[in-house]
């Protein structure tokens, strides 16, 4: 009986040794086979004609957009990335909102950078029909511990003041499963300033400008358009070493909610890295059935 005693207090003592191993991994951010580290990894490094797909403001069909609900549901729904909007309350916290004012996804009024955040988070969030529900606001510091391990994420910048943003990121603990979009360059370069091996992505209005930036900037990913998406230019990026990630958001996302997969499937022929939409069940759904879609489900065992 001595004996067996003997053993079960080992093997208590290395689950708790494990565990707390585990959390202090979490709080340092050392822990570094787990799913969104891999999105990344993938991104860097692994241009296979395999596709990521992202959520655009999280999966937003049973949850309000930009939710903590949301994140939750893109998870479930076996999503890589989450898109992620960011602004700055009137006491500098950076909190997931995509309009300047809260009036669309809540039940207040006004700009967002007008409230505190104690303030803001008395607002309750709506679905997408108006139903308002019992979410709130969430901080990018609570988003980011939700999402960490589990997901990707990809923050939309629509804030300039990049201190406050990247400090929370850095803290977090979170860092090598995020990156960064914005329309220009000089805002990426400032979160380089402060995030040094930061992954940003600005958006290039044309082929030609994709690859220029991609050469000029030391670029990892690409914002590209849809309407000069093509095989070759997948190709071209491959061989500078850098992913292209694409929206399918308006009428290709549009036409797939009617059921007309043509347009969606016409995007994944140009054979981008990332897709990013507001329908992802149904998206990956088509690259399961193409067998274009990558595995990363196994990532963090």
């Known amino acids: ?168 990121v850095e803290r977090s603990g979170a860092a090598s499963g995020v990156f960064f979009y914005h329309s220009k360059m000089s805002v990426l370069d400032e979160v380089r300033s402060y995030l040094p091996d930061a992954m940003v992505q600005p958006i290039a209005s044309s082929a030609e400008e994709a690859l220029s930036l991609a050469k000029q900037n030391n670029l990892e990913l690409i914002h590209l358009r849809e309407e000069y998406a093509s095989q070759e230019l997948s190709d071209a990026l491959d061989e500078i070493g850098v992913s292209g990630y694409i929206n399918i958001l308006g009428m290709p996302d549009q036409m797939l909610r009617w059921g007309d997969e043509r347009l969606v499937r016409a995007i994944i022929d140009t054979n981008p890295d990332v897709i990013q939409t507001d329908e992802p069940a149904a998206l990956i759904s088509i690259l399961d059935e193409l067998g274009v879609r990558k595995d990363l489900s196994r990532a963090c065992s």
Request: proline letters at 3%; charged letters at 25%.
């Open 1 to 168: 009986m001595l004996k067996y005693s003997r053993w079960i207090v080992a093997a208590l003592l290395l689950m708790l040794s494990g565990c707390m191993a585990l959390k202090e991994g979490v709080r340092t951010g050392k822990i570094v086979s787990c799913r969104s580290d891999s999105v990344l990894a993938s991104i860097r490094h692994d241009r296979t004609g395999r596709i990521l797909v992202t959520a655009h403001r999280a999966a937003h069909d049973t949850a309000p957009e930009n939710s903590i609900a949301s994140i939750e549901r893109a998870i479930a729904l076996g999503v890589d990335i989450v898109e992620l909007d960011v602004r700055l309350t009137s006491d500098g916290v950076p909190v997931l909102m995509h309009d300047a004012t809260v009036d669309r996804t809540t039940n207040g009024e006004g700009a967002v950078d007008g409230y505190t955040l104690a303030a803001l988070r008395r607002l309750k969030l709506k679905m997408p029909d108006g139903t308002l529900t019992e979410e709130r606001v969430p901080t990018l510091s609570a988003a980011l511990n939700a999402a960490m391990g589990r997901i990707a994420v990809n923050i939309d910048l629509k804030s300039t003041e990049i201190a406050p943003i990247a400090h929370v």
